[in-house]
């Protein structure tokens, strides 16, 4: 267990929707990365928050955004969905903003139908 | 474009021989690379790193190497156990951007 809790575990839904997921870092941890890993693909790079500003930012989609709150736990909101956003969505923590060691949930699988 | 490339989707080995997983990157400004493994339905959980300044870094049956001139990193697992059976991924730290960088993964199989 890495500490980092993800909520749902599964998602169905149609296309033309929008969904959200939740994510809770290690207690202490203050930078949350949002990842997602399509079929036979790695774990592409999505957004990365650091104690609740944009740190970074990789290969999101306009129709994508996330938020962390005070607490410091991060939501990623996609909308408009497409079939192509079937994926599993993985969100990360570190201590720091560039911390080497990130400990993953165990993702969010979405499906879009 | 890839910038970190596993080549070997998958991988068997006989138990208590070596593993040997490999990646090539292309970006030398890479400063970290990282090697995680993923267990069906779990997320990925690090494994082991190396700083680029470093060539080499071992912890217990596990040792990474890397290679700057070839842009090549290779993870060995000595012995290889039933239980290292898991989808190993390499990644690769972007410099001052904490985010990382990942390969498809190789799907290693440990054979009783």
């Known amino acids: 267990d890495s500490g980092v809790t993800q909520t749902p575990k599964h998602l169905i839904t149609a296309t033309g929707q929008r969904v959200t997921l939740r994510c809770s870092p290690r207690?202490?941890?203050?930078?949350v990365y949002w990842y997602q890993q399509s079929l036979d693909q790695g774990l592409q790079f999505l957004i990365q928050?650091?104690?609740?500003?944009?740190?970074a930012k990789g290969n999101i989609l306009e129709r994508f955004s996330a938020q962390q709150f005070p607490d410091l736990h991060s939501e990623l909101n996609l909308s408009s969905l497409e079939l192509g956003d079937s994926a599993l969505y993985f969100c990360?923590?570190?201590?720091?903003?560039?911390?080497?060691?990130?400990?993953f949930g165990p993702g969010t699988r979405l499906t879009v139908t | 474009d890839q910038q970190v490339k596993q080549n070997s989707p998958s991988l068997s080995v006989q138990e208590g021989r070596i593993s040997i997983l490999n990646c090539d990157y292309t970006?030398?400004?890479?400063?970290?690379f990282l090697w995680y493994k993923k267990y069906p339905a779990e997320g990925p959980t690090f494994l082991i790193s190396?700083?680029?300044?470093?060539d080499k870094n071992e912890d217990g049956r596990f040792t990474v190497f890397l290679n700057k001139s070839a842009k090549h990193l290779s993870l060995h697992i000595v012995p290889s156990q039933p239980g290292d059976s898991a989808v190993y991924f390499c990644?690769?730290?972007?410099?001052?951007?904490?985010?990382?960088?990942f390969g498809k993964g190789t799907k290693l199989s440990v054979k009783p």
């Open positions: 207690s202490g941890d203050l930078s």
């Open positions: 990360a923590s570190s201590v720091a903003g560039t911390s080497y060691e990130q400990y």
């Open positions: 990644a690769a730290r972007g410099g001052s951007q904490g985010n990382l960088i």
């Open positions: 190396i700083s680029s300044i470093k």
């Open positions: 928050y650091y104690n609740g500003e944009e740190r």
């Open positions: 970006n030398s400004m890479f400063d970290y």
